[in-house]
């Protein structure tokens, strides 16, 4: 199985950028699609964003398109989440979490995901 860790988090004003990476360790990251959810206090947690095991595919939520980037470093068994833009809204817990495929599909939905990090906590000032 794969061990996911989250990075990066942390406070920023609104406008401000983060980026969020994942650490992967256990099995390579090519064998994986990989997502990030997020989840705020009091409401489910929700897709960010996704992408396949090879990069050439990815999925934005609507909130988050035109300011957020997902990407993948295979051989780093790192997973990115570049955050520009930040909207107070943001605040969350941010997660990722993979799924073991390598047909080529970007997975939104967190039920068919396998393994999950521990989280890493975003906070935008307004």
């Known amino acids: 199985q794969v061990h996911l860790v989250e990075s990066g988090g942390g406070l920023v004003q609104a406008g401000g950028s983060l980026r969020l990476s994942c650490a992967a360790s256990?099995?390579?990251?090519?064998?994986?699609?990989m997502g990030w959810f997020r989840q705020a206090p009091g409401k489910e947690r929700e897709v960010v964003a996704a992408?396949?095991?090879?990069?050439?595919?990815?999925y934005y939520a609507d909130s988050v398109k035109g300011r957020f980037t997902i990407s993948r470093d295979n051989a780093k068994n790192t997973l990115y989440l570049q955050m520009n833009s930040l909207k107070p809204e943001d605040t969350a817990v941010y997660y990722c979490?993979?799924?073991?495929?390598?047909?080529?599909?970007?997975?939104?939905?967190?039920?068919?995901?396998?393994?999950w990090g521990q989280g890493t906590q975003v906070a935008v000032s307004s």
């Open positions: 256990g099995r390579p990251l090519s064998n994986y699609a």
């Open positions: 992408i396949n095991w090879s990069g050439g595919s990815t």
């Open positions: 979490a993979a799924k073991a495929t390598r047909r080529g599909v970007v997975v939104s939905t967190s039920w068919e995901y396998d393994y």
